[in-house]
């Protein structure tokens, strides 16, 4: 017995100091991952198991539980074959519940747990679960197995492996809390992100900016909301957005798309049955109104439904009553409604499609989400993010797009399904790339398995303008630029300049995105000189880069073009002393 204590003793010395230097280098970071530090804990643990028969275990487990007590499961596992981490919850509740170890010198056969599907699924022989202890709490358990009947766990054993137990506690502990700061700094940081970004709405043209900033000051409004926009632009992610950072974010926020169901069943998703009201009608159910209480209901697709619907759905937003199917009672609900629809509304109460009133009663609010083709500036910034998205699974993982291929995203349209078809396009290229870059020959493969037409901006018949057809002017924002003008303002500043230079350099960027940044082939098309298009361009760019205080990131986003090819065009234009490139934005 001393010499197996001795034994003990010197084990649990080697683990201490070994879990010591493991946790001097232990990082908590964003990418803090408790199950592989959990792991490594129970390898370091189980590369010191010495039971006294001198035979190994065949599996060991770190069951744990999250300190809110929410969780049980395998945190870790080490097995001598495949990886499994199955285990008998009887077991391992019973030596969490009750603090103490339970040695099943025969599974099989012991009469305590017969009865245990668990364990006779597992075909364990023998095995150990010792409860893991930090202070008074009990966070986990030590869970250890054998499936050799020549060597069966013992008291001896249990002693031994309670010991261990008590050594790696305090770290599995430490974990564990570790896991719970990252995830609170994890919600923080995302609520910091939702408040400035409006939620996963990823965009920096003047198109988005001005309706994220409307969507911003209707989520502090407890309004309707009428969310319109083309299929595939984001108009749920948007409501969603309103709902966050609205005074309702704390309670749920329910999605119903009008367009996906019969009558009678949206009927009883937006209000819920009572038994036996209709076919198949079994118990009684609440609806998405009853469900979303003190919260938000988005219904999307608004304009699919009937007019008995849209009645009822007046009724709510009217006297914020709704009635179950089946039920004569009218109960009253707290909710705030936001609708979206892809559709011409207005017209659709021309033709009689749609009720005027309740119009009118979801009209209090109107966001429009712009479609992709009026903020093709936001194009390179929405692939970036898709290409980290999907890419960094793939084997070799993809990360870069090359500015050619950019430059043909960038010059479709989308009139498909908009951000959602570019999404889809992007993941296909992920799918079929060979190599770490998506190119114009990876592109041009995506297309065609889509069946899509050409990448290619197509041939189009003779434009016949009519006069003032071209520009739509914002005559607010005119006016106040012409009467905030003082009298004795250099010429540089004055109102004819400003147009004149915002329109010629919006002009610029546009023709040469559509000739591949050209400068000869986007000339021809302006009608006027290769130098006065590189003058005049150059002068666009300076002015953009001191609007933006040098920031080459934003200049790259407002012309819709890699970041790399600013830093070159930069270089081919003589301006300043370009950020090299493999530094990014400066």
Same mark, same amino acid.
């Given at each position: 017995m001393e010499k197996l204590d001795y034994r003990v003793r010197a084990v649990l010395a080697r683990v201490r100091s070994t879990l010591d230097r493991f946790s001097l280098r232990l990082e908590v970071d964003w990418n803090y991952d408790v199950r592989k530090v959990l792991e490594e804990i129970l390898a370091l643990a189980v590369g010191e198991l010495e039971f006294g028969d001198g035979a190994p275990v065949d599996r060991a487990l770190l069951i744990t539980q999250d300190l809110r007590? &929410? %969780? !049980?499961?395998?945190? *870790?596992?080490?097995?001598?074959?495949?990886? &499994?981490?199955?285990?008998?919850?009887?077991?391992? &509740?019973?030596?969490?519940?009750? @603090?103490?170890?339970?040695?099943?010198?025969?599974?099989?056969? /012991? #009469?305590? $747990?017969?009865?245990?599907?668990?364990?006779? +699924?597992?075909?364990? !022989?023998?095995?150990?679960?010792?409860? !893991?202890? *930090?202070?008074?709490?009990?966070? +986990?358990?030590?869970?250890? @197995?054998?499936? /050799?009947?020549?060597?069966? $766990?013992?008291? %001896?054993?249990?002693?031994f492996v309670e010991a261990l137990a008590e050594t790696i506690a305090p770290s599995v502990r430490t974990a564990l809390i570790h896991q719970n700061h990252v995830r609170e700094l994890r919600n923080l940081r995302s609520k910091n992100e939702s408040t400035s970004r409006m939620g996963r709405i990823i965009g920096q043209s003047t198109a988005i900016t001005r309706t994220l900033d409307l969507a911003r000051t209707a989520a502090k409004l407890d309004r309707t909301v009428l969310i319109t926009g083309e299929s595939g632009v984001g108009k749920e992610l948007l409501a969603r957005a309103i709902h966050d950072q609205s005074k309702r974010s704390e309670k749920p926020f329910s999605v119903v798309d009008c367009s996906g169901l019969s009558e009678t069943l949206l009927e009883s998703e937006l209000f819920g049955h009572m038994k036996g009201s209709f076919t198949g009608a079994n118990e009684d159910k609440i609806g998405a109104f009853e469900a979303a209480e003190g919260g938000t209901v988005f219904l999307d697709e608004i304009s699919d439904a009937t007019g008995p619907m849209q009645q009822l759905l007046r009724r709510v937003l009217q006297e914020g009553e709704i009635r179950r199917v089946g039920d004569r009672q009218w109960r009253k609900v707290d909710v705030r409604v936001l609708c979206a629809t892809n559709r011409d509304l207005a017209a659709e109460v021309e033709k009689g499609n749609f009720l005027l009133d309740l119009f009118h009663r979801m009209h209090e609010f109107p966001v429009r989400l712009p479609p992709l083709r009026e903020r093709k500036e936001d194009i390179p910034l929405l692939t970036q993010y898709f290409v980290a998205l999907f890419g960094e699974n793939k084997n070799p993982p993809i990360g870069e797009v090359t500015p050619d291929a950019l430059a043909i995203l960038t010059r479709r349209d989308w009139t498909g399904n908009n951000i959602r078809e570019l999404r889809n396009v992007i993941r296909l290229c992920v799918d079929l790339a060979p190599g770490p870059v998506i190119d114009t020959a990876v592109l041009g493969r995506v297309f065609e398995v889509r069946g899509d037409p050409s990448s290619e901006t197509p041939i189009l018949p003779e434009l016949q303008v009519a006069p003032g057809s071209l520009l739509q002017i914002d005559q607010a924002a005119?006016?106040?630029?012409?009467?905030?003008? #003082?009298?004795?303002? #250099?010429?540089?500043?004055?109102?004819?300049? !400003?147009?004149?230079?915002? $329109?010629? +350099?919006?002009l610029i960027t546009e023709t040469l995105r559509q000739t591949r940044w050209k400068l000869r082939p986007a000339a021809r098309i302006l009608g006027i000189s290769p130098v006065k298009l590189r003058q005049d361009f150059r002068l666009w760019i300076e002015h953009l880069l001191d609007d933006s205080q040098q920031d080459h990131q934003k200049v790259a986003t407002r012309l819709g073009m890699p970041i790399e090819m600013l830093i070159r065009k930069l270089g081919d234009l003589g301006i300043g002393t370009a950020p090299p490139a493999d530094q990014g934005p400066s």
């Open positions: 007590g &929410d %969780r !049980l499961e395998a945190g *870790a596992g080490w097995s001598a074959q495949e990886e &499994d981490l199955t285990f008998s919850r009887t077991i391992v &509740d019973q030596t969490m519940q009750g @603090e103490t170890s339970i040695l099943c010198e025969d599974a099989l056969d /012991d #009469p305590r $747990f017969r009865s245990s599907d668990s364990l006779r +699924g597992l075909q364990v !022989l023998t095995l150990l679960s010792v409860p !893991l202890r *930090a202070g008074e709490e009990v966070i +986990g358990a030590l869970y250890i @197995e054998r499936r /050799d009947a020549r060597h069966l $766990f013992n008291e %001896r054993d249990q002693s005119l006016s106040q630029l012409i009467g905030s003008t #003082p009298e004795d303002a #250099p010429k540089e500043k004055r109102p004819w300049a !400003l147009l004149q230079r915002e $329109f010629g +350099g919006t």
